[in-house]
């Protein structure tokens, strides 16, 4: 098994500077990560503690050697504590950093909506101060071994929404010209699973599905969202890294939601986060 704390991995601090990511530190240069390495992949939990504890159970069983958070850990929902400690417990988390878990630390975003930001205050009254640490202390952003890249936003900036044809074009571009050695860039905030190559950009994917990638292509990943989904499929989503095999699985699994909806509504947070939990909205 794989231990985080033994990975030489490559890991370039990333910065944001009026909104672009620009690289301020590269500690090392060790070989790229052991091809044998498979990584579960989570990304948008939302503190919805009854999906984190169903996909991690998955991933432990289908041999995963290490986690990976692609940041959003807290928000919407009203577990976010155990979120938190369920990923420090983790002796092979990599984790960045989501726009809700900085908000919840106190970084003020205004574009953010008034009953989100008021779940964030709530949130931050629930959380522990080791647990706040721990969020202060995981970066924006990194690039694992030149092999693969992780953000929450968007290669080019923080807080966008990869989507649209426009951002998706720009965020190529990026991978294309400012990583050259990186052949995979994971994302999450859309809370919608896609797979982006250069040729096409899949988004039908609410059920598991592996696919095969191209060792000469790069791709743009996002694994979905485990606690709040939102292609219209209220089936959790995340997913498999295999680099032996180069693959990658969009998985999606039933978990108990009229559990997460209950403890949403029983803590008095907004009723509408617990109806969209059925709906995969």
């Known amino acids: ?17 009026f909104h672009i990511i620009v690289l301020v530190e ?5 070989p790229l990560m052991a091809l044998a390495a498979k990584y579960g992949i989570i990304s948008d939990v939302h503190a919805n503690h009854t999906a984190m504890k169903m996909a991690l159970v998955h991933l432990e069983a289908a041999g995963c050697d290490a986690i990976i958070n692609l940041g959003d850990l807290v928000g919407y929902g009203a577990q976010p504590a155990e ?17 809700h878990d900085r908000q919840a630390m106190g970084e003020k975003d205004e574009r953010m909506r008034k009953t989100a930001a008021k779940v ?16 202060r202390s995981v970066p924006q952003g990194l690039v694992v071994e030149e092999a693969f890249i992780l953000v929450h936003g968007s290669l080019v900036e923080r807080d966008a929404y990869l989507l649209s044809s426009p951002e ?13 050695k990186s052949k995979v860039c994971f994302f ?19 059920e598991t599905k ?4 191209d060792p000469n292509e790069k791709y743009m990943i996002n694994p979905g969202s485990v606690g709040q989904p939102r292609d219209k499929c209220p089936l959790s989503s995340f997913g498999i890294f295999d680099t032996k095999n180069w693959t990658m699985t969009f998985v999606r699994k039933p978990y108990d939601y009229k559990v997460a909806q209950k403890l949403i509504i029983d803590n008095g947070l907004p009723e509408k986060f617990a109806r969209r939990l059925a709906l995969g909205i």
């Open 120 to 135: 964030l205050e709530w949130t931050a009254q629930h959380l522990t101060p080791d647990d706040l640490d721990f969020l």
């Open 83 to 99: 979120c938190v400690k369920s990923i420090r417990a983790l002796p092979n988390a990599i984790s960045i950093i989501g726009n």
């Open 1 to 17: 098994m794989l231990e985080i704390g033994k990975l030489n991995c490559n890991t370039l601090a990333l910065a944001f500077i």
């Open 26 to 30: 590269v500690i090392g240069a060790p």
């Open 168 to 180: 998706i074009t720009r965020n190529m571009r990026s991978m294309i010209e400012d990583f050259p």
């Open 210 to 213: 592996m696919f095969k990638l």
């Open 188 to 206: 999450g905030h859309t809370h919608v699973p896609m797979l982006i190559g250069t040729k096409a950009v899949v988004t039908d994917l609410q």
